[in-house]
């Protein structure tokens, strides 16, 4: 490969040209003796001119040789061209969803509505049936994704030759199955009928599982749950930890069952409408607010603290209420006309408020120390969240000092933020949640054939905790982001 030496910038140390014209008559003296000085010392760099071309060039010959001949090329500087021919890199995720029998996908549907009143009888038209709207839909947007016709604009292809798949997705509807009896009753209903029971459908779904081909071939690595719900697939969950697991934060799970390294953060759904309008302070009256359930167990302790600190504050908006239509339009109008929203922990690290916060432009305040956050890696939450730590958020008068030192200019550049990526937490929309999390599990790829490949070599042995398979942070942290 030659290359063509550059032309020399021009600079006051230059051999005059030719076309130079000649020095003034009217120069004095003085100047014509500088004028002679200054030109003096260029003359000798005519005479070694050609010489020092010659070897410039020369030596410009024997670097492109070796370069071009020698040295092995580094892939990152290959045309496009090249680095597109490798299928491997360009190919797209095959997934093979598994046609499950009907009761773990539309029967649990069935079973949910009849349970509060409706048809006892199986749908005709499985087109016409509902999925119940509440915080957990993954699983119905993702199954619906896989069967729709035309899926051209998808991240993932499915496949219906299971050996042509790269992983399988197991499409029971866990989370719906969790809260199908609205008391979970036991023994029999009113008609005789066995009530329904979570917890045996469970056990069912991994009876199905074990007897398939696939699950034994590489002991569940290369396949997909979802279990969005925090206690969904409880009982079986470690039947399954091999898997990919689709959850909301780790609350719930053991550093043996889940980790980063192999799982997908999901975000809640939105419980409220998103906010139309543009970014601004002017109609945000509101400093802080917030409306949940004021007691909750293990990590939301914090909340009955939170209450007793900020109830009483001038411009906090401070409310206890439980899910309802009208708690929902509550908080819909309390989001939309304030400038932060507070996330503490709940039962578990994180909730749907803190999604409904972001599709709000209300800028998040999270009070949750062990949370883990939806594709993080396109989204930097420090550009669109507060994040504070427990110890200090219980401390009088800190939360509201932070929060009124923060400028309308900041305030404004959170709303920018939140507005490019709020479309990340849209179930509905076709570029949304859905293609992300796709996304998502297609990176875990080489990961999870690297677990199948070590798993098949390992040597019997005694471990006394979580292995090196899992992933390991740090233990430092900060006060607040601010």
């Known amino acids: 490969m030659s290359q063509r030496p550059k032309s020399r910038p021009p600079n006051s140390h230059s051999p005059p040209s030719s076309s130079s ?19 003096a010392p260029t003359m000798p760099r005519k005479s070694i001119l050609k010489p020092t071309l010659a070897t410039l060039l020369s030596l410009l010959a024997l670097y492109a040789f070796f370069t071009t001949f020698l040295s092995t090329p580094d892939p990152t500087h290959l045309p496009s061209s090249s680095l597109q021919s490798s299928p491997e890199k360009s190919a797209p995720l095959r997934i093979y969803m598994y046609d499950l029998p009907r009761k773990f996908t539309y029967g649990v549907i069935e079973s949910y509505a009849k349970a509060r009143g409706g048809s006892k009888s199986p749908a005709d038209d499985v087109s016409r049936l509902k999925y119940p709207g509440n915080q957990h839909p993954a699983e119905w947007y993702l199954f619906s994704d896989l069967t729709r016709p035309d899926r051209d604009d998808s991240v993932v292809t499915r496949v219906l030759d299971p050996e042509q798949a ?5 499409p029971f509807f866990s989370s719906l199955s969790l809260v199908v009896n609205p008391i979970r009753p036991v023994g029999l209903a009113g008609d005789g009928v066995p009530v329904y029971s979570d917890e045996e459908m469970q056990e069912e779904l991994i009876h199905w599982l074990e007897e398939q081909v696939y699950w034994r071939r590489n002991n569940g690595w290369d396949h997909v749950f979802v279990c969005q719900d925090p206690n969904a697939l409880y009982k079986v969950v470690d039947r399954v930890k091999n898997g990919v697991l689709l959850v909301s934060d780790f609350g719930r799970l053991g550093q043996d069952r889940a980790s980063l390294v192999k799982d997908v953060i999901l975000p809640y759904s939105h419980r409220i409408n998103t906010f139309k309008g ?12 917030f409306m949940g359930n004021r007691y909750r167990k293990e990590g939301g302790k914090i909340r009955d603290l939170l209450f007793q600190l900020l109830e009483g504050e001038e411009d906090v908006v401070i409310k206890h209420g439980a899910q309802s239509r009208e708690s929902r339009r509550m908080a819909s109008q309390g989001m ?15 909730a749907c408020r803190l999604f409904d916060a972001i599709v709000s432009l209300c800028v998040p305040v999270i009070v949750s120390d062990y949370i883990e956050l939806p594709f993080e890696d396109v989204i930097d939450y420090r550009k669109i969240a507060i994040f504070v730590d427990s110890s200090s958020a219980v401390k009088p008068g800190f939360l509201i000092k932070l929060l009124q030192g923060v400028s ?7 709303q920018q933020e939140l507005k490019k990526v709020k479309r990340y937490f849209e179930y509905e929309d076709p570029h949304g949640t859905v293609n992300e999390i796709w996304r998502q599990v297609s990176l875990k790829l080489p990961l999870i054939k690297l677990m ?29 982001t601010l």
């Open 278 to 289: 543009e970014v601004g302070v002017g109609d945000r009256k509101s400093l802080l607010f």
């Open 336 to 350: 939309h006309t304030s400038k932060f929203c507070l996330h503490p922990a709940g039962d578990t690290p994180s």
């Open 21 to 39: 014209p000649p020095a003034s008559p009217s120069l004095d003296a003085k100047s014509q003796a500088l004028t002679a000085l200054s030109l």
């Open 408 to 414: 309308a200019e900041r305030i404004l550049e959170f």
């Open 166 to 170: 790269n992983l399988f997705y197991v």
């Open 452 to 480: 199948i490949n070590r798993e098949k070599r390992l040597v019997k042995r005694e471990l006394t905790g979580p292995d090196r398979s899992c992933l390991c942070s740090n233990q430092s942290g900060i006060q607040t």
